[in-house]
């Protein structure tokens, strides 16, 4: 691939296209529940990190901008120099130890947190969480993209959002319940060491993550698609600093710069719409406390059950919608993408202003519905238009955006809290400008990417219908 012997071995590749095997629908879903389960862990702790927010602000004596700090841009300081480097290890390794590795140290630096002894400490257990789970996404995409044939794809990317619906459901629900538990708890002491009884959460929270690891080691991995003839390549017979740009993902930025006018509006749109997604998911809690004098039980309980509703009807709609305008449109998945980031922007705006907290958890929930269904289309879309060569990459890069923008969002927020709203009972008013700022200009650009795209996917498929 890169000039280089692949540690990738010969009978991982697939042979000319007549002799293409896909895995067993058994090994391919099995890989697929493992996949969800790792997921569901990383999203239980964002969702559980968050209710813990008032309690980290009051316990360690935290500014609204510190605390986003610590929420957001903390957690991708490591993953913006070794996040794109270790997805290249999806390209070239078997992508179920990637996975095992990363999942172990996902669980283990979660448990670490709890240990923190002041907020340097707490900020570095963030770091390395990121460089833990950096390489997740890429390597479960590119290994369900291997796994399943074409046809089915979309339906594995959509079952693939289970991970992320049981994390976002029931980590309100247990993570408020934990939270109100730990709360008469008096601070454990071990040593030289105190840990606040909220802490607790956190190690309980890391541990599950290392049976979930050894559950990866029973993946089957599957069988790899040949290269695209059309894609950007590394040389073959290239210098060992050339091999370095190589793994730091220089040929994907390339491949990436190749097509602007497809992949730009995909990537803007989804850099800005992550910012206010992960803004709103970290600070709906304090929002929630601060506006409405709700407990963290209280939230968890119908922010739980909002999400479940919310996640489950999205998945429908999202994947009935998406079926019905592929009949019609090449460009099926984003232009369904544009008309669920318009409603989303609506949703976003609108829920903080409603003057009950029943009523901005079910404006909220809506915002959850075509939220998810977006999801999957954007993703199907990226995997359709990327290079097969160098797919782990480009896919990191385009969640690189959604990662580092999204991990901005609760810093973002607080900075506008802190410095441009001022009254901490005013967080209402600093969602609205936030969700107004960003998600309007990403709506138009996802809209701009549809005509590109369509043009895309008419010149692959003209492509793939070549003779051998």
Avoid at 97 to 113: E, K, N, P, R, S
């Amino acid at each position: 691939m890169a000039g280089h012997a692949s540690p990738v071995m010969p009978e991982e590749i697939a042979g000319p296209a007549g002799e293409r095997r896909w895995s067993s629908a058994p090994a391919a879903y099995w890989a697929l529940f493992v996949i969800v389960l790792a997921t569901f862990i990383t999203f239980f702790d964002q969702v559980v990190f968050g209710m813990l927010a008032e309690r980290i602000k009051h316990d360690f004596g935290l500014t609204d901008s510190q605390l986003g700090f610590l929420a957001g841009p903390a957690s991708i300081v490591c993953y913006l120099f070794v996040g794109i480097p270790l997805a290249r290890l999806a390209d070239i390794y078997p992508r179920k130890y990637v996975l095992a590795g990363g999942v172990t140290a996902i669980g283990t630096i979660i448990a670490m947190g709890g240990l923190a002894q002041n907020f340097l400490q707490f900020v570095m257990s963030r770091v390395f969480l990121a460089a833990g789970g950096s390489a997740h996404a890429p390597s479960s995409y590119s290994l369900l993209a291997d796994a399943f044939p074409p046809r089915k794809l979309t339906r594995a990317f959509a079952l693939l959002q289970f991970g992320f619906i049981g994390g976002t459901t029931l980590g309100p629900w247990i993570g408020g319940k934990l939270v109100m538990m730990t709360a008469g708890w008096e601070p454990s002491h071990f040593g030289a060491l105190r840990m606040f009884g909220w802490q607790w959460i956190l190690v309980w929270t890391g541990l599950p993550a290392l049976l979930v690891a050894l559950l990866f080691l029973t993946i089957r991995e599957p069988q790899r698609l040949i290269p695209a003839t059309d894609g950007v390549r590394p040389p073959q017979h290239a210098g060992a600093g050339r091999r370095i740009l190589t793994f730091m993902g220089f040929d994907a930025f390339k491949a990436i710069h190749a097509k602007p006018r497809v992949f730009y509006p995909l990537f803007g749109a989804l850099a800005l719409s992550a910012v206010d997604v992960f803004g709103l998911q970290f600070w709906r809690v304090p929002f929630m406390i601060r506006t409405y004098g709700w407990n963290e039980a209280q939230i968890g309980a119908m922010l739980g059950l909002v999400a479940l509703v919310g996640s489950l009807t999205g998945l429908v709609v999202g994947a009935t919608f998406v079926e019905w305008l592929a009949k019609r449109y090449r460009d099926a998945n984003v232009r369904a993408a544009s008309i669920f980031f318009a409603i989303v922007t609506v949703t976003n705006i609108v829920s903080p202003l409603m003057p009950t907290g029943e009523s901005a958890l079910v404006v909220l929930g809506f915002g959850l519905v075509f939220g998810l269904a977006g999801a999957v289309p954007q993703n199907a879309a990226v995997q359709r238009i990327a290079p097969n060569a160098m797919r782990g990459q480009v896919t990191a890069i385009y969640l690189f955006m959604f990662t580092f923008f999204g991990a901005m969002g609760a810093f973002f927020v607080g900075l506008i809290q802190d410095f441009i709203v001022g009254d901490p009972h005013k967080l209402w008013l600093t969602l609205t400008i936030s969700a107004a700022t960003l998600l309007i200009p990403a709506t138009i650009l996802m809209y701009k990417a549809i005509r590109p795209y369509r043009e895309e996917i008419e010149r692959l498929e003209a492509l793939e219908t070549v003779p051998e």
